[in-house]
């Protein structure tokens, strides 16, 4: 819990933070009153700085030297002090622009945005590819190909098409394939993978070794949620020995996953902004992690996010990952309308005996 302050200390915890990240100094009394003019003395803010010493929000790294902030410091000003920042209208126009003049390209954009914000930034970025979470049943054909084969065509929410080949036990007529299609289109509509799992106890032989295949692709297909990473701007943070940890955190698949998991849970919307691994990831200690989900939660999404240390510009970078996210929600939107009128305009697969 962040403890309450006066406006006075409020303004002076501001000025300190703002200070710091552009200098890299400790920040003292004198320098505070003559360069901001303010109308109380050096004493006074003196002692406001030790008591937000005492509260935690700054510390002091050598005696008689100025204060930098803490975790808190920075979690406080974040959460108080930032206000609505935005970036500029010269620089939105700029960043459309480059997303305007790109083909609708699933590859092109996650490159694009996550270059985007590392140059932006002067930060790390990376952009995970949107996918549906969790993946939903849309429908499934059986086609028979040849003696016991057959061809499984499982399309998903989201436009993703999955093809299986399975071999029979023994041949079957493509009416038979076509009659267990259809009961299994009636059963699992709008299925995920734990919903099959429960269907499917009641099917005989056919039905149930297909909804198994179902089951094992709806599976794969969750657990590759975060398969697809885009990252940019590493240089940025190689020199700083805070942030140096958070490149093997951008190489741990399995640390980022959780970490977005638990910052972005599906009733969490906005930017989240996650200072020193917030007390639960100790390899995020010295880095702040600025993210965003973009699309649409309940359907298809992604994530953008910069990731550099604790004294970075937090109002830019917290305007440039909200603005790349709402572009990507837009790319998300026109890109899976087309691929659902595509697949609607798909004619099915028959067979003619």
Not at 151 to 161: A, E, K, N, S
Not at 293 to 306: E, I, K, M, Q
Request: aromatic content about 8%; overall charge negative.
């Amino acid at each position: 819990m962040l403890r309450p302050l006066t406006e006075r200390q409020e303004h002076i915890l501001g000025l300190v933070v703002r200070t710091y990240i552009e200098t890299g100094q400790p920040v003292g009394s004198k320098t505070l009153v003559e360069a901001f003019e303010l109308d109380v003395s050096s004493a006074t803010v003196r002692n406001e700085l030790a008591t937000l010493g005492d509260l935690g929000y700054l510390l002091q790294p050598h005696t008689s030297g100025g204060r930098v902030p803490t975790e808190m410091g920075y979690r406080y000003f974040v959460q108080k002090l930032l206000g609505d920042f935005r970036l500029p209208n010269h620089e939105q126009q700029m960043i459309r622009h480059q997303f305007h003049q790109a083909r609708l390209d699933m590859e092109q954009w996650m490159r694009l945005a996550a270059a985007i914000l590392a140059r932006t930034s002067q930060s790390a970025s990376f952009v995970t590819a949107p996918h549906v979470r969790p993946n939903r049943f849309r429908y499934l054909q059986l086609i028979s190909t040849q003696g016991r084969t057959v061809l499984m065509i499982l399309v998903l929410h989201g436009g993703d098409v999955r093809q299986q080949m399975l071999t029979l036990a023994e041949p079957l007529p493509q009416a038979r394939l076509s009659a267990a299609a259809e009961r299994l289109n009636a059963l699992y509509v709008d299925a995920d993978q734990d919903e099959v799992a429960l269907r499917m106890q009641s099917l005989d032989t056919l039905e149930n070794e297909i909804s198994r295949l179902v089951f094992d692709i709806l599976r794969q297909g969750d657990s590759r949620a975060f398969s697809h990473i885009y990252r940019d701007g590493l240089v940025n943070i190689l020199d700083d020995e805070g942030t140096r940890q958070a490149v093997r955190v951008l190489e741990e698949r399995t640390l980022l996953s959780n970490v977005i998991a638990q910052a972005l849970v599906p009733e969490v919307t906005g930017v989240q902004v996650v200072i020193g691994g917030d007390g639960r990831w100790e390899e995020l200690k010295d880095c702040t992690l600025i993210l965003s989900r973009y699309g649409a939660p309940d359907a298809v999404s992604g994530t953008v996010a910069v990731i550099g240390s604790t004294r970075m510009p937090y109002g830019r970078n917290v305007a440039a990952v909200r603005y790349v996210a709402s572009l990507m929600s837009g790319f998300v939107y026109d890109y899976y309308a087309d691929l659902n009128q595509a697949a609607l305009k798909e004619p099915r697969y028959e067979r003619s005996d």
